[in-house]
């Protein structure tokens, strides 16, 4: 049986994905509240404030990507 990659599919997949990725970002402040150290969302700001340009790129580019999907 093949699978088949509908927008819908891919759409759930980047969806899980985004979930997962924020899940574990939420596990990793945690950890870092209790433990004192500084966690991995602040190394995600500074890239974010060092390359305005690259995260703009990627949010145009994520968004043309799921327009594409629910809209065509």
């Known amino acids: 049986m093949a699978l088949h990659w509908t ?3 891919i759409i759930s997949l980047l969806a899980t994905l985004f ?9 990793n402040e945690t950890r ?4 004192g150290s500084d966690p991995l ?3 995600v700001h500074e890239l974010a404030w060092r390359f ?3 995260t ?9 990507v ?7």
């Open 66 to 72: 799921l327009g594409h999907l629910f809209w065509a």
């Open 56 to 64: 703009f790129a990627l949010a145009v580019v994520l968004g043309m």
């Open 41 to 43: 969302t602040d190394r």
């Open 52 to 54: 305005p340009r690259a």
């Open 7 to 9: 927008p819908e599919a």
């Open 19 to 27: 979930v997962g990725v924020l899940f574990a970002l939420m596990v």
């Open 32 to 35: 870092a509240l209790a433990m």
